[in-house]
């Protein structure tokens, strides 16, 4: 059921609320469909801001957030991200794409995050640009968003699917049911590890990733871990995220910053996966410098059937 639709011409209609002085109507020939999108600047939170205000959404288990995109003098590292809540403020990230992304500049995408909305009565959608200067843009069009009606329960259990605490771990081979993934991810054998002796530390634009799991007879994975960080700074995180599409294409679930202790993540976000056939599930760096690094222990996948 589509609950909100936006193309932009009627112009500013009451129902989007633009942020500040890096946010605009923009009339143009070059829009996806139409003559008018919405074009976000530089990364001054909610001054580089779109916000689709209130919507109920107490009849849906979930919502989906399609739109289209297009980005003007992206470079590595500059993004925007799809934030949800209810209430306006505690934003939860449904997803955020990161140049070099598999995606170009002056190229209109698609793109689609899931939202569950379970126990929501409202919700707030925003979307926000955080790239390096405002020169750099992106540009939204066609907003589509549709409820998914709960379906009646049939009965189910959690159990566990997967597990890593990388204690049968070799430096140079598979990590548990982890493999290296990109950059300078490294087994750790030390006084860093939340239990036993080993942990992964995973370093600026490194991560680490799952071969490609088969969840068709699941409905939704839930990741539990243990992370510390070391030398993170403001604007470092590390982020949770999978692929259903053999890692062409990631979507984030959450992302976290600074933490000097230990800290345990359990149950917070459930992956929703119904007809969907094979997964793979990364955990990825985003930091400024190679000494700022996330440390990552005992991650248990749980499914549900």
């Not at 991810?185 to 239990?195: E, F, I, N, T, V």
């Amino acid at each position: 059921v589509d609950i909100y639709q936006n193309g932009f011409e009627s112009g500013k209609d009451g129902s989007y609320s633009l942020g500040g002085d890096y946010a605009h109507l923009r009339r143009t020939r070059k829009a996806h469909g139409g003559k008018a999108v919405i074009s976000l600047q530089y990364n001054k939170g909610d001054e580089s801001s779109v916000t689709v205000n209130s919507l109920p959404v107490s009849s849906y288990a979930a919502v989906i957030i399609n739109f289209w995109f297009k980005t003007s003098g992206f470079a590595n590292g500059d993004s925007f991200v799809v934030e949800y809540s209810s209430n306006n403020k505690n934003w939860k990230t449904a997803g955020m794409r990161i140049m070099p992304d598999r995606f170009d500049n002056s190229k209109w995408y698609e793109q689609s995050y899931d939202v569950d909305t379970n126990d929501m009565d409202t919700l707030v959608v925003r979307f926000r640009c955080d790239a390096k200067s405002n020169r750099e843009k992106v540009e939204l069009d066609d907003f589509v968003f549709s409820g998914i009606v709960a379906p009646v329960s049939s009965g189910g259990s959690w159990s566990q699917f997967a597990f890593s605490d990388f204690e049968d771990a070799v430096a140079n081979g598979k990590w548990g049911i982890f493999n290296k993934g990109e950059g300078a991810s490294q087994l750790y054998d030390g006084r860093h590890a939340y239990s036993g002796e080993k942990a992964v530390i995973i370093r600026k634009d490194s991560s680490v990733v799952t071969d490609s799991m088969d969840v068709s007879i699941y409905e939704k994975l839930v990741v539990d871990f243990a992370y510390k960080t070391l030398k993170f700074g403001g604007n470092d995180s590390f982020f949770l995220e999978y692929s259903t599409d053999e890692g062409k294409s990631w979507i984030v679930v959450q992302n976290w910053d600074k933490a000097e202790d230990w800290e345990e993540i359990s149950g917070e976000h459930e992956i929703e996966i119904k007809n969907i056939d094979s997964i793979q599930v990364r955990f990825r760096c985003n930091s400024n410098k190679n000494r700022e690094v996330v440390f990552l222990d005992d991650v248990e996948i749980s499914a549900w059937n």
